[in-house]
């Protein structure tokens, strides 16, 4: 009872604040971060490793029972997927999990984990799963940041829909939410800027650096200098690598990742451009910024000319007329700033949109598909000085608050009075008032903000008087007296005061109106598609194809840019809110134990500020006392009736008491439409079903096995009638055999008694005449005729298998219309896959004008077997699949061989099925796996397993899809090859696969001089093609992909170095 008690806090006896914080404390120090509250999870952060996330215990709750494990993270994950499947009490039906909680309670990672929890309950072997599982680390390095509550804060909100088909995800989606734009220009004390600037100027080799015009960290104004310690450079430059791998992965080409590092880049150059008035009073860049003007410029792949004429005026045409205002040196910064948070945004849109293309294979739309979703947004901020984006992130809080009481106390308590079940009102905290109080129209904080931001003379201070004028009174809204803008909200987490100061400008988001025309302009393809996009009501990047300048593109533009970011961060909350609603909802409460961010330290005064402000103590109440699971007669009947064991009973109240009858449930109740369970009587009901389940599988055993039995004994009784009736039709023809004999003898004494004369012998008649020899005989004529090939014993290294030997052509099988159809199809996708290597991978697995020995062409999975037999621990080959457009890694194990599918990305990269990194050849991925072990037995290859013989190939396949005929191999070898090898197999194989459509057969019929003629052509072209397959590779190993304005990228760099220097060295003299 003790252990239920720590586990499940809806068990305890004594309700109240002490013993709630007492039994999570315990639990902490113990711990045992994880506890319910009912079918609740509450998660404790414990800012330090815990071995509780293994591939052992990842096992332990799959499909588990709830009470016969401890609370964890992977339990709610598991109960979403077999509810989303119809396994437990509801029928099929979408689900959503809700994680909440503070800044720094561990929302992230618990995001992380419930995403790879769900991907192994699902597992099929796709590569989907890993690139699902690549988007988080992904997004991280984009949308997070240190801030002063957390190392790795969310910049933005993100809930991920995961769709299913057939128990296997088949798409994923991100749907993001309120990027915090304004930290890419400006941070706080104690903070930083988003992770992915710090992990380029650690992770970027010093050439690529160059490439992309990066310098030293320290320079950069937009980094603030806080690069960080030698510890944490290297920490950003794994982490950098990491983020790379996610996007090969994921499916990034690699001139789309130059341009986005380079749009970067030039984001960071664009922060160090200053001004200084001349004498004509129009700006322009200072001496020491025009080598950062000229790096952004050639970054952005526009002109400098117009970049700067962007940045100190702004040009419009009235009535036909061009009018230019020239800016101050504020309005200037200003827009630098912008240009700079509006790209940023538009790359981080861009990267979601990417994504959600990528995941969505070949996704047919009317076909039905199941949902999990997982809402990870950012959590409660009350800092020193609290923003626009703190008062959007928290309005979203307040909204999940809302959509906890309205599911767990609002719903539940109205369904009590509606079906009179006895029930003491549970009074809770409601921020529906709060909420009102932002969101109503037309006096709605957002709704006056939007007002006062059409007006363009309006100020943050007009904006706070408003509020002040119309809130004054209220109880959720405090009046600040203060020489800056400022006013106070009442949160259910607590007050927040709040800095209007960049209100209204933040909720316009303007950019200088030249700067849209001059980047759909640019050189570099991605920044033109980043601001020719539109931008949909909720804010999110709709990326079109490159399109110049135009009138369309301009409508297009500003149609959408009529919506401020608050009204679109409003209406992503009411499309979030009404999928949240539309499925059902799994809790997570995220709990932060201390403000230090320390392990092992639990602060009882703020946890319990969280236990009070989340209402854990009234939902604990609610949990024990009331009922979670109130489904209506008839869908419990719909769900339950096989409990009676009847066919076709009626779905109504009487039938639902007859199977509840049949139950040892105790402590429901009967509503007058629909039934009360608590939240542990759905397990209860799962394990009826689950013996029922059991008993009908024992039954279809015994039946299926009775059947079995009753056609065995029928075989038996037909095998021994037709032996009896054999046996008598073998003693009938012995006794017919035995009176012939008996004849034949009487006969033959019957003549020795006549003793007749001998007469001379009569010899036989020829059958056929004899028929002349020809003067030439044909060879083929000569040849023994082929037979079929023997099949040989299998391996005992390996489980039994389809014996999977094609036969050799020629050979003639009796087969019936779906044999011959199946072999056809096979048949194609074999042609379809040499078609597919000879066309895009030929070249590319090519080393030094030859094929690596460790390549064996198209060879089947039992001809790989068999070369692998006496071979050692590791040794290993890769060749080309039957049925697929990819490979076949074969290694020899310790106790049998493996077969690992190699896919090839859609940008071109390597990847294991099931492992989680992406490489750029095959010569990669081996020189990879021989210091790192293949998932999921960590075996390092060793050996490359060659061919066998040194003459030519062992394989018919190979042969027969030789370019240059094999009369000519006796030629060829006497004659003097440009790429000479130790190994004659990679000569052959370097003349790559035939024609499709070459027919072997055919060349007999050919006159000898066409033939030769012929020979001589295919000759050539093996050659021509053998030094194309070497100049190719050492084009592609040279290949880089360099950012379209290099060369002024190179020669900015030189001259800010120059001018660096100068100024270093100036106090010098």
Not at 251 to 274: H, P, R, Y
Not at 622 to 638: M, Y
Request: charged fraction near 25%.
């Amino acid at each position: 009872m003790a252990v239920r008690t720590q586990e499940d806090l809806a068990t305890l006896s004594e309700l109240d604040e002490k013993s709630l914080l007492e039994s999570l404390s315990n639990r902490f120090q113990q711990n045992h971060i994880y506890t319910y509250i009912g079918d609740i999870l509450v998660a404790i952060n414990p800012f330090k490793y815990l071995p509780l996330y293994e591939k052992t215990v990842s096992e332990k709750y799959k499909c588990h029972e709830k009470g016969d494990l401890p609370p964890h993270i992977f339990a709610v994950a598991d109960r979403a997927y077999q509810s989303m499947l119809g396994r437990l009490a509801t029928g099929p039906r979408n689900q959503c999990i809700v994680i909440s909680g503070e800044s720094g309670a561990g929302k992230t990672e618990s995001t992380k984990l419930l995403l790879r929890q769900i991907m192994e309950l699902c597992k099929a072997n796709s590569q989907l799963e890993q690139q699902i599982l690549q988007v988080n680390p992904l997004l991280e390095a984009f949308g997070n940041a240190q801030t002063v509550m957390n190392d790795n804060s969310s910049r933005f909100g993100k809930y991920i829909q995961l769709r299913f088909q057939n128990s296997s995800v088949k798409s994923a989606k991100i749907n993001e939410y309120l990027l915090e734009k304004s930290r890419v220009v400006h941070q706080d004390e104690g903070e930083r800027n988003f992770h992915i600037f710090y992990c380029m100027l650690a992770g970027i080799s010093a050439e690529d650096k160059e490439m992309y015009g990066l310098l030293d960290p320290d320079l950069y104004r937009y980094i603030n200098g806080k690069y960080g310690s030698p510890e944490m450079v290297n920490k950003w430059s794994t982490k950098y690598n990491e983020v790379c791998n996610a996007m090969d992965m994921v499916g990034f080409e690699e001139q789309e990742q130059v341009d986005m590092k380079t749009i970067l880049a030039g984001i960071l150059s664009l922060g160090n451009i200053k001004f200084e008035p001349q004498e004509t009073g129009i700006l322009k860049a200072t001496e020491q910024s025009n080598g950062w003007l000229k790096a952004a410029a050639g970054q952005f792949g526009v002109q400098e000319e117009e970049l700067v004429k962007c940045l100190i005026c702004t040009t419009s045409v009235t009535r036909g007329e061009s009018i230019k205002r020239n800016h101050s040196q504020q309005q200037a910064e200003d827009a630098r700033d912008s240009i700079a948070k509006v790209a940023y945004g538009r790359v981080f849109g861009w990267i979601v949109s990417k994504i959600n293309e990528l995941l969505a294979p070949n996704v047919d739309l009317n076909e039905e598909h199941q949902e999990i979703g997982i809402l990870d947004i950012f959590g409660f901020e009350n800092f020193a000085v609290n923003r626009y984006e703190q008062l959007c992130i928290n309005l979203a809080n307040e909204q999940l608050q809302y959509f906890f009481n309205h599911h767990i106390f609002l719903m539940e308590q109205k369904e009590y009075k509606e079906e009179g079940i006895k029930w003491e009102t549970i009074t809770f905290k409601d921020n529906k008032p709060i909420l009102d109080l932002f969101l109503a129209k037309p006096f709605g904080i957002f709704s006056l903000l939007d007002e006062q931001s059409a007006f363009p003379k309006a100020t943050d201070t007009n904006f706070v008087d408003k509020l002040n004028s119309n809130f004054k009174g209220k109880p959720h809204f405090e009046i600040v007296r203060s020489h800056n803008p400022m006013f106070t909200v009442v949160h259910y987490a607590g007050k927040v005061q709040y800095n209007a100061s960049g209100f209204l400008e933040k909720n316009r988001d303007t950019i200088p109106a030249n700067i849209r025309g001059l980047f759909i302009n640019s050189v570099t393809p991605l920044l033109s598609v980043l601001f020719a996009a539109t931008i949909s009501r909720t804010g999110t990047l709709i990326p079109q194809l490159r399109a110049k300048l135009s009138q369309a593109v301009e409508d297009n533009f500003n149609s959408t840019r009529k919506q401020s970011v608050g009204a679109q961060f409003k209406h992503s909350l009411t499309v979030l809110m009404e999928k949240m609603f539309a499925a059902n909802p799994h809790f997570i409460r995220c709990i932060k134990p201390n403000a230090s961010k320390q392990p092992d330290l639990l602060d009882s005064k703020v946890v319990m500020d969280q236990l009070r402000y989340n209402g854990l103590l009234e939902t604990i109440r609610i949990r024990r006392d009331g009922f979670s699971w109130r489904p209506s007669f008839e869908e419990f009947a719909q769900r339950y009736r096989i409990l009676l064991i009847k066919p076709d009973i009626p779905l109504n109240k009487e039938s639902c008491l007859c199977i509840l009858n049949n139950t040892d449930l105790k402590d429901w109740k009967c509503g007058s439409t629909r039934f009360f369970f608590k939240y542990w009587h759905q397990e209860q009901l799962a394990k009826c079903i689950d013996r029922l389940g059991k008993a009908a599988t024992v039954i279809q055993k015994m039946y299926r096995g009775f059947c079995c039995k009753k056609k065995y004994v029928a075989l038996v009784a037909e095998m021994r009638l037709r032996r009896e009736q054999e046996m008598r039709q073998l003693k009938q023809e012995q006794e017919e055999e035995e009176k012939r004999r008996q004849l034949e003898i009487e006969q033959l004494e019957m003549e020795q008694e006549n003793q007749s004369p001998p007469t001379a012998p009569v010899p036989f008649p020829r059958k056929r005449k004899p028929q002349p020899r020809p003067r030439s005989i044909p060879a083929e004529t000569l040849q023994p005729r082929l037979l079929p090939p023997v099949p040989r014993p299998r391996s005992k290294l390996l489980e039994a298998t389809p014996f999977d030997n094609d036969l050799e052509n020629g050979t003639v099988l009796h087969m019936n219309a779906q044999e011959e159809a199946e072999a056809k199809q096979r048949w194609n996708k074999r042609c379809n896959t040499i078609r597919w290597f000879k066309e895009t991978q030929a070249r590319k697995v090519v080393r030094n004008g030859a094929f690596p020995n460790w390549f064996h062409g198209m060879i089947t999975r039992r001809q790989a077997e068999d070369l692998m037999i006496d071979k050692s621990l590791g040794c290993f080959l890769i060749r080309v699949s039957e049925s697929r457009e990819g490979y076949t890694l074969t290694f020899r194990g310790k106790d049998r061989c493996r077969h690992y599918m190699i896919e090839m990305q859609t940008n071109g990269k390597y990847v294991i099925l099931g492992e989680a990194r992406a490489h750029p050849s095959l010569l990669d991925l081996i020189e990879y796996h021989k210091k790192v072990g293949i998932l999921p037995f960590l075996e390092l290859l060793t050996v490359p397993c060659g061919q066998r013989s040194n003459v030519e190939p062992d394989y018919e396949e190979l042969k027969n899809l030789m370019l240059i005929p094999s009369s000519l191999a006796a030629e060829e070898d006497s004659e003097p090859s440009e790429h000479s090898s130790s190994d004659p197999v990679h000569l052959e194989l370097l003349k790559l696969f035939a024609p499709l459509d070459q027919n072997q057969t055919m060349e007999r019929q050919v006159p000898p001089v066409l033939k030769r003629i012929s020979e001589k052509k295919l000759k050539t072209e093996a050659k021509e093609s053998q030094r194309n397959c070497s100049e190719d590779h050492e084009e592609s190993s040279n290949r880089r992909h360099f950012p379209r304005l290099y060369p002024s990228i190179r020669l900015a760099m030189r001259e800010i170095q120059q001018v660096q220097q100068h100024f270093s060295e100036c106090p010098k003299d």
